[in-house]
């Protein structure tokens, strides 16, 4: 068995007889896109219409002797031709250069779409957990109404015992103011002399 038909060695490499040109495909597609925008413009469509007005004047209004392609004009036909057989694929790169450019904008655009998305439901969230929170504390309002209601409380409280003492008081000294009369109709009433 032959070393060159083994299919665990790799084949030796063969080399073209005649060598192919290597170029830059980055350099390349910068020149078609700037070929296909030179083809985009107007100023293309006036020089186009100015060779070709000028091609066809010569070829009609010049003496036959120097007329070079006479009336099919069938030289700027094939000139015409070989024009649009390159224009179309160098138009057709930079179309494809540009589809490419937008495919990477669109994805760029897409992830930070994404990142803005998730960064606004975040601060949503943390606003809606702000509110909870807010909403959870008191105000200085409440405060101060709360802090009003235990005061009114507690003077309530102290006026209580205030009261109840005063109450207290009141009612014993009532109790004497009452009893001495009550002693003054019985000793009226008592027919007994007393001591």
């Avoid at 205030?162 to 014993?172: L, V």
Wanted: net charge negative; charged share 35%.
């Amino acid at each position: 068995m032959a070393l060159s038909n083994r299919l665990d060695q790799p084949r030796d490499v063969r080399r073209p007889l005649v060598a192919l040109p290597h170029y830059d495909p980055e350099t390349f597609g910068r020149l078609s896109e700037r070929i296909a925008r030179f083809l985009g413009t107007a100023r293309f469509l006036v020089y186009m219409t100015g060779f070709v007005a000028l091609w066809v004047g010569w070829n009609i209004l010049a003496p036959a002797n120097l007329r070079f392609d006479p009336y099919p004009f069938i030289f700027l036909t094939l000139m015409l031709s070989l024009q649009a057989s390159y224009a179309a694929p160098l138009i057709l790169l930079a179309q494809n250069r540009q589809a490419d450019r937008d495919r990477v904008q669109y994805e760029n655009d897409r992830l930070a779409a994404e990142r803005n998305q998730a960064d606004t439901e975040y601060l949503t969230r943390e606003i809606a957990a702000l509110r909870i929170a807010v909403g959870e504390v008191a105000t200085r309002d409440f405060i101060r109404a709360e802090l009003a209601r235990l005061l009114e409380d507690r003077d309530d409280r102290d006026r209580e015992p205030r009261d109840k003492e005063s109450r207290d008081k009141e009612s014993r000294d009532r109790e004497p103011r009452d009893r001495e009369p009550r002693d003054k109709d019985a000793r009226e009433e008592d027919p007994r002399p007393g001591p």
